[in-house]
C-alpha cells in the first residue's frame, strides 16, 4: 500500500539519510544524476534572467532610493490589494478544484467524462476576456469582488486536473483499510484521501496565486489596482524603469514566500506505493444506492422511489458543475454569441483567422515542448532527491512566473538588444520567453507525477539490468505520462491565451488570437473580438477533451 509516514524510519538498501534526518529516494545512480543535475542547473540559470535584471535596474539609482519606493504608502497599499486578492482566489480554486475532482473521481455522477470536460474548459477563457464579458453585463462587480471572480472561474483548473490525476493514481487499498478499522467517511476523506493528493494540490493552488500575483488583464479591466498594474503603468505611461523594478523586487519577495508556503504544505511524506502488485480496481461510490439501501424496506418498495432518489440525487450531485459552468463557461459564450450575432453585418474575415488560428496553435506547441523538455530534470530531481540543492532548483524555476510578463518581455528586450541582437523580434526569443513563464505548471506536474511512480519499480528494472535511461524511458516516463501529459496541455492552453509577452516579442507580422482580441477589445470593438474569442474556445476545447479523458480514466 501507500507508504505515507512522518516519523523516522529505517532506510531500506535503496535510501539515504538527508541531513536533516529524513528518509531520501536516490533511484538514479550517479551517471544519471550527474547529467540531470547539470540540465537542472542550466535551466535554473535561465529562469532567473529576468530576476537578474530586476535587481539592476531596481539598484540603478542607488539603496536609497529603491528603499524610499518600497516604504511608501502606496507600494504597502498595492501590497495588500495584491495579497488579499491572491489569498482569496487561492482558497476559492481549492475548495472548487479540489471539491470538483472528489465528485468526478469518487462519485458515480451521469456523465462523469462530460462533468471532467466541462470542469477544464474554462482554462480557454482568457482572464481578461471574462472581465470584460463581466464588466459589460454586470458593472456593479468592478474591483475586487469582479476580479476574485473572474480570476477564481478561470484558474480553478489549475487545482482540479492535477487533482484528479493524483486520484486516478492514489491508493485506494488504504482508504478500505481505514473504513475497516471504523474510521468514517469524514476522516478516511481528510486523513487518507486528502493526504494523497496533497502535493497535486498545493502545486495547482503555487500555480494560481502566482497567476493572480502576475496577471494584468483582467485586473486593469476590472479598475482594481494591484502591484501588477502599477508597474505596467510605470512602464508603458511614465517610462519610470526603476520604479516598475522596484514594485517587481516586492513581487519576487512575495513569491518567495509562496513557494516556501507551498513547500511547507507538501510536506516530507511519500506517496507512491511501496508494497507490491498494483491497488485493487473499484467502481465509484454510488450515493443514490446508499441512500436507498438506508431506508426502511417498505418505503423503498413504493413504485417509483428508486428511480426518483436517483433522478434527484443526479441532480445534486452535478448540481456544483452546472452552477460553475453556468458562470465560467455559458455566461461568457452567450455573451460572445450576442456580441457576434450583433456584428454579422460587418462580415468575418476567415482567411485571416484560419491564418491566426494555424500561428497560434504552432508557437503555443513549441512553447509547450520547449518548456516540458527544460522541466523534465528539474521534476525529476524534485521528486526523487529530496536536498536543498533540487529545492533550490525548482524554486529558481519560479522566478519568471513570479513577475508580470511585460516585465519579463523587458528583460528578453534589454538581452536580445545589447547581447543577442539576432533574436531581436525573432521566434525563438517569443517560445523563450513562454518557457520562462510557464516553466512551473509542467516542472509541478512532473514532480507531483514522478513523485507518485513507485521507486520500487525502477529499482526491480535496475536489478534486470537495464540502463538508467531505459528504466526511466520504459518505467518512470510511462507510469508518471498522465501528470507530465498535464502539464504540457497547462503550457500549451496558457500560451494561447498569453498577451503581454506576445505582444512586446512577436516577429513582424506576426498575429495570435490573443494579440487580435486585444487589439479589438483595447477599442471597445467587442464585436470584431468575439469571433476570436469563440474561436480561442472551441480550439482549447480540443485538448481539454482529450485531458479530461486522461483525467478521469480512473482505474476501477
Not at 97 to 114: E, K, M
Not at 248 to 270: F, K
Not at 505 to 529: C, D, K, Q, Y
Amino acid at each position: 500500500m501507500t507508504d505515507v509516514h512522518h516519523g523516522r524510519t529505517k532506510p531500506e538498501p535503496s535510501q539515504k539519510r538527508g541531513g536533516s534526518g529524513r528518509v531520501v529516494s536516490l533511484p538514479f545512480s550517479l551517471p544519471l544524476a550527474l547529467p540531470l543535475y547539470l540540465l537542472a542547473g542550466a535551466t535554473a540559470v535561465l529562469a532567473v534572467l529576468p530576476l537578474l535584471y530586476v535587481l539592476f535596474q531596481a539598484f540603478s539609482e542607488g539603496p536609497s532610493a529603491l528603499v524610499e519606493a518600497l516604504t511608501r504608502g502606496r507600494t504597502v497599499e498595492l501590497l495588500v490589494n495584491s495579497l488579499t486578492l491572491t489569498a482569496t482566489v487561492t482558497a476559492g480554486c481549492l475548495v472548487l478544484g479540489v471539491g470538483l475532482a472528489l465528485l468526478v473521481s469518487r462519485v458515480r455522477l451521469p456523465g462523469n467524462r462530460f462533468w471532467a470536460l466541462v470542469a477544464t474548459l474554462p482554462l480557454a477563457i482568457p482572464s481578461y476576456v471574462a472581465a470584460m464579458v463581466w464588466m459589460e453585463a454586470v458593472p456593479e462587480v468592478r474591483g475586487f469582488v469582479g476580479s476574485a471572480i473572474v480570476l477564481t472561474l478561470c484558474t480553478y483548473p489549475y487545482v482540479f486536473l492535477p487533482v484528479v490525476a493524483a486520484l486516478s493514481l492514489a491508493d485506494r487499498d488504504q482508504e478500505e483499510v481505514a473504513r475497516s478499522l471504523g474510521r468514517g467517511p469524514w476522516y478516511v476523506l481528510t486523513r487518507v484521501t486528502l493526504r494523497h493528493v496533497q502535493p497535486s494540490a498545493a502545486a495547482g493552488s503555487l500555480l494560481v496565486a502566482l497567476y493572480v500575483l502576475s496577471d494584468f488583464g483582467s485586473v486593469a479591466t476590472m479598475r482594481y489596482d494591484t502591484i501588477t498594474r502599477a508597474i505596467y503603468n510605470d512602464y508603458a505611461n511614465r517610462f519610470d524603469m526603476a520604479s516598475a523594478a522596484s514594485l517587481s523586487a516586492v513581487l519576487v519577495a512575495v513569491t518567495l514566500l509562496v513557494l516556501w508556503g507551498e513547500a511547507r504544505a507538501r510536506g516530507r511524506a511519500r506517496f507512491s506505493r511501496v508494497g507490491s502488485g498494483a491497488t485493487r480496481t473499484r467502481p465509484p461510490r454510488d450515493v443514490s444506492a446508499e441512500l436507498l439501501e438506508q431506508l426502511p424496506p417498505k418505503l423503498t418498495r413504493a413504485p417509483g422511489l428508486a428511480p426518483a432518489v436517483r433522478a434527484l440525487t443526479g441532480a445534486l450531485l452535478v448540481l456544483p458543475f452546472v452552477l460553475v459552468a453556468a458562470a465560467a463557461l455559458v455566461f461568457p459564450v452567450v455573451s460572445l454569441s450576442y456580441w457576434i450575432a450583433r456584428g454579422s453585418s460587418a462580415g468575418v474575415d476567415l482567411p485571416r483567422m484560419v491564418e491566426t488560428a494555424l500561428t497560434t496553435l504552432g508557437v503555443s506547441a513549441a512553447g509547450a515542448a520547449v518548456t516540458l523538455v527544460l522541466a523534465l530534470p528539474v521534476g525529476i530531481l524534485a521528486a526523487r532527491h529530496r536536498g536543498r540543492v533540487p529545492r533550490l532548483l525548482e524554486g529558481a524555476t519560479w522566478m519568471g512566473y513570479s513577475m508580470p510578463g511585460v516585465v519579463v518581455a523587458v528583460a528578453l528586450v534589454y538581452f536580445a538588444v545589447n547581447h543577442a541582437f539576432a533574436l531581436y523580434q525573432q521566434l525563438p526569443l517569443l517560445i523563450f520567453a513562454y518557457a520562462l513563464l510557464f516553466l512551473p505548471a509542467a516542472v509541478g506536474s512532473v514532480r507531483s507525477a514522478v513523485a507518485q511512480s513507485p521507486p520500487g519499480l525502477e529499482e526491480i528494472g535496475r536489478s534486470l539490468g537495464r540502463t538508467p535511461p531505459q528504466v526511466f524511458t520504459r518505467v518512470t516516463l510511462p507510469l508518471a505520462f498522465p501528470g507530465v501529459a498535464a502539464g504540457a496541455t497547462l503550457v500549451f492552453l496558457t500560451c494561447m491565451k498569453e498577451l503581454p509577452v506576445t505582444l512586446m516579442l512577436h516577429p513582424t507580422g506576426m498575429e495570435t488570437i490573443a494579440m487580435r482580441l486585444w487589439s479589438a477589445t483595447n477599442v471597445g470593438r467587442f464585436a470584431a473580438a468575439a469571433p476570436y474569442a469563440m474561436m480561442l474556445i472551441v480550439l482549447a476545447s480540443v485538448p481539454a477533451f482529450v485531458l479530461g479523458r486522461k483525467a478521469t480514466a480512473m482505474e476501477r
